[in-house]
Each structure stands twice: as structure tokens, then as C-alpha cells.
């Protein structure tokens, strides 16, 4: 699969969708009754690539302070998202 393409492509149909209001709104995102799963296979790097991570964030957080940073809690890599909901 060439990802440049298919990213592309996803890309100009949701440009598409937007401009001529024919997207759909997902109406259980907030709902307590939504019982929806998906599967996604991550990777969480270890302690010591975290620490590396979190030194490049604290640079950048210099340049742009009110961005939302990942804690290490919650730094992972997506590797694959086998359902998607």
C-alpha cells in the first residue's frame, strides 16, 4: 500500500464531505449507552525511551507552552487499529 496515497485520498473525501455537508456526525460519541470496541495493537516504549521522548517534549514546550504533551502514561506507538470504532 502506498500511504502517501491513501492518505491523500482520505485526505480529499473528508475535504469533500465537509464542503458539501454530506459527512455524518457520530451520534453516540457522548453517550453512556455507546458500547462500542475496537482492537489496536500498540507499542509502549520503555521507561528509558520515554525519559528521551519527555526531554525533546520539554524543548518543544518552550517554543509552544499551552499544546497538550502526552505524559508517559500515555505514550505509545499505534502500530495497527484491527477494529476501529
Same mark, same amino acid.
Given at each position: 500500500m502506498n500511504l502517501e496515497s491513501h492518505y491523500k !485520498?482520505?485526505?480529499n473525501e473528508s475535504i469533500s464531505k465537509i464542503s458539501s455537508d454530506s459527512y455524518e456526525i457520530d451520534e453516540l460519541i =457522548?453517550?453512556? !449507552? =455507546?458500547?462500542?470496541?475496537g482492537i489496536t495493537l500498540?507499542?509502549?516504549?520503555?521507561i528509558e525511551i520515554k525519559e528521551k521522548i519527555q526531554n525533546f517534549i !520539554?524543548?518543544?514546550k518552550k517554543i509552544e507552552p499551552n499544546q497538550?504533551?502526552?505524559p508517559n502514561s500515555d505514550i505509545h506507538i499505534?502500530?495497527?487499529?484491527?477494529i476501529s470504532c
Open positions: !485520498k482520505l485526505y =457522548d453517550s453512556k !449507552k =455507546d458500547n462500542r470496541f500498540l507499542i509502549r516504549p520503555s !520539554k524543548e518543544i497538550y504533551y502526552y499505534t502500530v495497527m487499529s484491527i
